[in-house]
């Protein structure tokens, strides 16, 4: 049961080329974010798609897979759990992210 405390499942595309950073002692780090769009009909039973962005993490070698066969619109689902951070900006503001640090990582369609 404490794998199911903080677990996200998601299925998506890519929103943009992944970014890959290599750290100075040699591990990976993709950056990217995903689309996950949803249909429903609203009150006046027209069809409204709800777009949600997320920011995606993939380290060491989930992050090498990432970089090797994944591209802008690539459809996959990914699983993993949330993570929260906080930076300051140059100009002194706290700012917060949330973000998803990937564990594992299907590819689906073509």
Request: net charge positive; aromatic share 6%.
């Amino acid at each position: 049961m404490n794998t199911l405390r903080n677990s996200v499942k998601l299925i998506g595309n890519l929103g943009q080329d992944p970014e890959i950073i290599t750290l100075e002692n040699g591990n990976k780090l993709a950056k990217f974010s995903m689309a996950t769009t949803e249909s429903y009909k609203n009150t006046q039973g027209e069809k409204v798609k709800d777009t949600q962005w997320h920011s995606i993490l993939a380290w060491g070698k989930t992050a090498t897979l990432v970089e090797n066969y994944l591209t802008k619109g690539k459809q996959v689902a990914i699983e993993g759990k949330l993570t929260h951070r906080s930076y300051e900006t140059k100009e002194g503001e706290k700012r917060y992210v949330t973000e998803i640090k990937c564990n594992d990582i299907l590819m689906l369609g073509n």
